[in-house]
DNA sequence: GCAGAAATGTTATGATATAAAACAATCTTC
DNA sequence: GAAGATTGTTTTATATCATAACATTTCTGC
């Protein structure tokens, strides 16, 4: 109920209703958040030429190899159409592989080449880095972990 | 400092290290958030037609009127080139306006119109009943004034 | 006052992200 | 076995975002 607290009396009433301060919009504030983390993501990653999608991908693929194609794409809320080129590339690149399942022939199971895994350790030095790097910005572990719970509650939807 | 803290006696060692669990990387919970957050905005405002950039456009309007197209701009990190597009729309619905300058008649100040001032009402009721639901994911007030304040943080770079 | 540099709005273009529809191959259900 | 669902894929459309180039106007140094 923020509405202006003290009318100048000279002005004339407005009737129109006080403009919410940008500072205090959560859909806002959370935007210019997530958009200077990813920059900060992007620059830390720009020497391993590799997005913030395709991090979560390998990321996926190395917590629990063989999970098909479209569970990993769900997961991420990639739809399985655009995740096609997203997989492609990496497999281009020698890092990540589909393997057709025996048991369902429709169905890809995704791993991590040898190469993939050697990518993973300096991914994962690389990441560390930036991660500790927004740590700081928020003051603390304890904080992080403040924050992780909040955003968790924004995103529990079905 | 996040290591598997026990390590299986019976599996080989692991020289890899361990991969993060996607819910407690900053980035990847703040984005699913984000999105989240102006999935329900979108949803709120599908009767309006107003994307997230042209309701923080006619906030910013509305609060200091006159103020340049590329301040506006800047202060929302868009490109000025991509505005054009943005106050063409708001324009050519009525809801804002551009006027030429006296003193300087390479820029222009922008207004809302009537109609402009008119919409603003309707849009801060759909604004406010989207934030309120927002606060209530959250938990409360508290919480959302300190998700801000930890948001805040995080973007607060040059 | 004037020449060069900077600012402003604009257009055009390319890259990226995202969504939807349609399709073939395969699997599931009855 | 037939009908329908699933999986991966291609194609297409749309939205977002960045960059370069341009004309007009203003500013700066001299």
Redesign the interface.
Known sequence: MTVTPHQDPQAPIKT??Q????????????????????Q??LDSFAALKLR?AEF?VL??I??CPGQKQSEIAE?L?IKRANFVALMDGLEKRGLAERRKSPEDKRSHSLHLTPQG?CF??EM?AV?RTH?ER??E???GEA??D???E????????A
Chains 1, 2 share one sequence.
């Not at 210019?32 to 990813?38: C, E, I, T, W």
């Not at 909040?150 to 939807?157: A, F, N, T, Y």
């Open positions: 129109t209703v403009p919410p301060e940008m500072s205090t919009i959560i859909g806002y504030v959370l935007r210019r958040a997530q958009l200077s983390v990813f900060d993501f913030p979560s990321n996926l190395a917590q997961q809320g895994e993973m350790a994962f990441w991660e927004m740590i910005r928020l003051g904080e992080r403040r924050l992780v909040l955003l968790e509650r924004l995103s529990d939807r």
